[in-house]
């Protein structure tokens, strides 16, 4: 079975602060895919970051940065100098090849608040 | 173009009245999906089609009934819904379901209210 566990229920930061959302995930598949969506006030889901399990290398997007560990199971988002335009919620997700019938589970989003 | 659209974005409608959700992706995707998101919840998987056939259907009640006219478009058909399917039902497309083209890309969703 996959899962995915973003324990940090809400987070509110202060501008031009960092912030890290954790995320969590289990499942016996070898092959898995990690992502990354951000969900605005309108409610549409934006893609960020796909991670395949074969590839640890840390990645940087501007202000975004994502750390991938195998070995805790973890694949947390990092937002330097945060904005309040990064006010949101933020899902962590997982596909694995043989998930079965579910292609992503997601975890239950973390909502992040800046405030100016 | 990596859009996803979805109309309407807002329907208010009966329980006993019939409607139709539509989503539309040009970015050849071969998979599309349904979701249903209430408040403060991730999003729920209903339907998977895959080459324009149904592959998952997560034990969705009758009263939704999906459609995929053509690898372009998926329709939601609603009838008879009841109150607590008052949603954000969100459609996306993905080149595939599974391996290395899997990212899913999402529309901005119908926000539904069944009075």
């Known amino acids: 079975a996959q899962k995915v566990t973003q324990a940090q229920t809400e987070i509110s930061v202060v501008e031009k602060e960092d912030v890290t959302l954790d995320c969590v995930y289990e499942?016996?598949?070898?092959?898995?895919?990690l992502f990354w969506y951000k969900q605005p006030p309108s409610g549409e889901l934006v893609f960020l970051i796909r991670?395949?399990?074969?590839?640890?290398q840390n990645e940087i997007s501007g202000r975004y940065s994502w750390n991938f560990q195998k070995s805790t199971s973890s694949f947390n988002f990092t937002i330097t100098a945060s904005q309040v335009v990064d006010s949101a919620v933020y899902f962590c997700?997982?596909?694995?090849?043989?998930?079965?019938?579910?292609?992503?589970?997601f975890g239950k989003g973390t909502r992040l608040s800046v405030i100016a | 173009d990596t859009e996803v659209t979805q109309t309407p974005k807002h329907l208010v409608m009966g329980m006993t009245n019939k409607k139709s959700l539509k989503c539309e992706q040009h970015?050849?995707?071969?998979?599309m999906y349904w979701y249903k998101q209430k408040a403060k919840k991730p999003p729920e998987l209903m339907f998977v089609y895959s080459y324009e056939k149904l592959s998952i259907n997560e034990s969705v009640p009758s009263r939704f009934s999906p459609e995929c006219p053509n690898s372009s478009l998926l329709n939601l058909h609603l009838h008879a819904l009841q109150p607590e399917d008052s949603a954000l039902y969100l459609c996306?497309?993905?080149?595939?379901?599974?391996?290395?083209?899997?990212?899913?890309?999402f529309g901005p969703g119908t926000r539904l209210t069944v009075l």
């Open positions: 991670r395949n399990s074969f590839d640890e």
């Open positions: 997700a997982l596909s694995a090849l043989n998930s079965g019938n579910t292609p992503l589970v």
């Open positions: 499942t016996r598949d070898t092959t898995y895919y």
């Open positions: 996306a497309s993905s080149q595939q379901t599974g391996g290395w083209d899997n990212e899913q890309f």
């Open positions: 970015m050849g995707h071969r998979a």
